[in-house]
């Protein structure tokens, strides 16, 4: 986990960006930077092997960028644990820069299925900011039909939750071509 300095940016919001892996965060976080600074890949594994905070001038937020949960047992609990930590820390007397002011909670598009055990994770991972509004990302939605198909999968799984969750909003989103 990488050391937060905020002396030199004080005031800003802290957005929480987590998922399964292999959704699109990092990807997410480059194109809201517009930068490559979140490494990105392919493969069997996840890329993002530890929390990373990106932050720039020209934003009035950070972007924290999480392990990604994924289908084992011993690799979803390190992304939930990852973030129970961190968000321990943050809690601290004197972290206030470090609290998170909003969760991107990021969901593949291109996924048929939306499970329980997703919604789980992410409720685990933050149950420690459940006053924090939660805004659903739909990733790689690439049509109208789609988007629509993506927004009710979302609603269904939120509303048969019998944990509250602040869901705010749901956005689906596409990266632009290069």
């Given at each position: 986990m990488e050391k937060i300095t905020t002396a030199a940016i004080p005031n800003k919001g802290n957005v929480l960006v987590i998922g399964n892996s292999g959704v699109g965060k990092s990807t997410l976080i480059n194109a809201v930077l517009g930068d490559e600074?979140?490494?990105?890949?392919?493969?069997?594994?996840?890329?993002?092997?530890?929390?990373?905070?990106?932050?720039?001038?020209?934003?009035?937020?950070?972007?924290?960028?999480?392990?990604?949960?994924?289908?084992?047992?011993?690799?979803?609990?390190?992304a939930v644990t990852a973030v129970r930590k961190w968000s321990k820390e943050s809690a601290k007397q004197g972290h206030e820069d470090t609290q998170i002011s909003v969760i991107w909670f990021c969901v593949d598009g291109t996924a048929a299925k939306l499970f329980d055990k997703t919604l789980d994770n992410l409720q685990k991972a933050t149950s420690m900011w459940k006053g924090v509004p939660v805004i659903v990302v739909i990733t790689k939605s690439f049509s109208i039909p789609d988007r629509e198909q993506n927004i009710k999968m979302v609603q269904n799984l939120f509303a048969k939750s019998k944990k509250p969750c602040n869901l705010k909003e749901i956005i689906p989103v596409v990266e632009a071509d290069a």
């Open positions: 600074a979140a490494e990105t890949g392919f493969g069997t594994e996840g890329t993002t092997k530890s929390l990373r905070i990106y932050e720039n001038d020209g934003l009035s937020f950070r972007l924290i960028d999480t392990i990604g949960f994924e289908p084992t047992l011993l690799k979803e609990h390190a």
